[in-house]
């Protein structure tokens, strides 16, 4: 089961290519990336002749579920003296498979669900019974998993980073949310809080660094580390001793001249922040915990911003992530490509804004002003009854856009946001998101999804093509 985990860390998923695949799109990120493979992402024009990046994660998708397979056709037959340790085991697998199959049916929309590691040729199947197997094993994962591992026993007792029962309960309720099944989503997401685990922290930074790992906020996130296994980077096959166990979506996202800068913030983002002061008349805290730009007293890996950029005008009036960077000053850059930051892949925070969503989608859009105000709460925003009290259910769809833009913005959320909500087929909606991000200029319907890898579509008889491509 530690290899099923092992497809997360790789080039394809986490190290570098999923982040990339989830964020191109969306009004919150830009790429002007010299590598085509990644700038076309954003722009919604990814190659069928080329599969880099998008094939990369197709690949590895694939490869945790066939790893997860092979755990769920085979831990059955063994007899273990400890079964709860048992179904431990297989509720992993089962949370694993359903969590790569929900990347897959998520972009890639029409996708073969194989079921067992015996088989070499696995049937197209629709959205629809992508979704269903997605629900499956979720539910079956959240069935079977503990809710931490503090009180087991067994060779898992007290590791972190293992899925638990609030990670499956949480991905079951954003399963049933993006098929629009609001009644279960909340269920699931009301298990998730009366589990009673998970919290708020006070500081929203530490969501993002490697002090504050696995903390109180934290549903599920992929473990980095600089200290774990070997310098070699991870970029997919078959594991080797001298593999590390570190992330190169820092370098990817990095501030010019202490990375690679495909990856850059919008200015629609940069200007949304400042869309609502503080209860002190602040700029929201969240602005410059996701943002790095010209600011008095900015600093980055040791730099002062405006010292630093002073002879490149350029760089001094841009926009750079500081999500998930190294920037604090411990390291003097991010070329050596070993990131040890967690990805956070499910936050509490997350949870609690999905839980609105649903309430405001079954009418209870009063009850919904709490959940977010939560969250609201730390960015010390003023209380949204007060300053916008009695909203319609439709007007309180817009204020939940607005909240997960700024509180999950390059956390890979925010384009899934735009496809589950039908904007890109609204036309009034699809000409203000070109008013946002320039790249929505050239989206085309069907370009929401990635297109099948024509490796698949060679080595898998039958397989159709996504329209569009």
Request: proline share 4%.
């Amino acid at each position: 089961v530690n290899s099923v985990y092992g497809s997360l860390l790789t080039h394809g998923t986490y190290m570098r290519s999923t982040p990339i695949m989830l964020d191109g799109k969306a009004d919150d990120s830009r790429s002007n990336s010299p590598w085509a493979a990644m700038a076309n992402i954003g722009r919604f024009n990814s190659s069928i002749a080329d599969a880099a990046i998008y094939g990369w994660g197709f690949e590895t998708y694939y490869q945790g579920v066939y790893r997860a397979n092979q755990v769920l056709d085979n831990v059955p037959n063994i007899t273990f003296e400890d079964e709860a340790y048992k179904n431990r085991i297989l509720g992993q697998a089962y949370f694993l498979r359903g969590l790569y199959l929900f990347h897959a049916v998520n972009m890639f929309k029409n996708v073969p669900l194989p079921l067992s590691s015996d088989d070499v040729y696995h049937v197209q199947k629709t959205q629809e019974e992508g979704w269903a197997q997605v629900i499956s094993d979720l539910q079956m994962a959240a069935d079977m998993l503990p809710a931490s591992y503090d009180a087991v026993s067994g060779a898992d007792a007290n590791q972190k980073g293992r899925a638990t029962k609030g990670a499956a309960l949480a991905y079951l309720g954003k399963a049933y949310l993006f098929n629009q099944d609001y009644a279960n989503a909340k269920t699931a997401f009301e298990a998730v809080m009366n589990l009673n685990v998970y919290s708020l922290v006070a500081n929203y930074r530490d969501n993002f660094t490697t002090a504050n790992e696995n903390n109180s906020e934290s549903i599920f996130e992929v473990q980095f580390s600089r200290d774990a296994g070997g310098v070699a980077l991870g970029w997919g096959g078959a594991p080797a001793s001298n593999w590390g166990k570190t992330s190169a979506r820092a370098i990817t996202y990095a501030p010019r001249a202490f990375g690679w800068t495909d990856m850059q913030p919008t200015w629609t983002l940069f200007n949304e922040f400042q869309q609502e002061a503080t209860v002190d008349g602040e700029v929201d805290p969240r602005l410059d915990a996701t943002i790095i730009y010209n600011k008095p007293g900015m600093m980055l890996y040791g730099h002062d911003f405006a010292t630093f950029y002073a002879n490149s005008p350029a760089d001094l009036n841009d926009l750079f992530w500081r999500k998930y960077q190294n920037a604090d000053g411990d390291f003097p850059d991010e070329f050596d490509w070993r990131s040890g930051i967690n990805e956070r892949l499910m936050r509490y925070a997350d949870v609690l804004l999905m839980y609105a969503e649903c309430l405001n989608e079954l009418g209870q859009t009063t009850q919904a002003y709490t959940y977010i105000q939560q969250v609201r709460d730390r960015a010390n925003l003023p209380d949204l009854a007060t300053v916008n009290p009695g909203m319609s259910q439709a007007q309180m769809r817009e204020q939940i856009g607005h909240e997960r833009f700024l509180e999950f913005a390059s956390e890979g959320h925010r384009f899934d946001d735009i496809r589950r909500w039908g904007w890109l087929q609204d036309a009034s909606k699809l000409a203000w998101l070109k008013t946002r991000d320039s790249e929505f200029n050239t989206y085309a319907p069907g370009r929401e999804y990635f297109p099948i890898p024509q490796l698949e579509m060679d080595n898998n008889p039958g397989t159709v093509q996504n329209s569009g491509y």
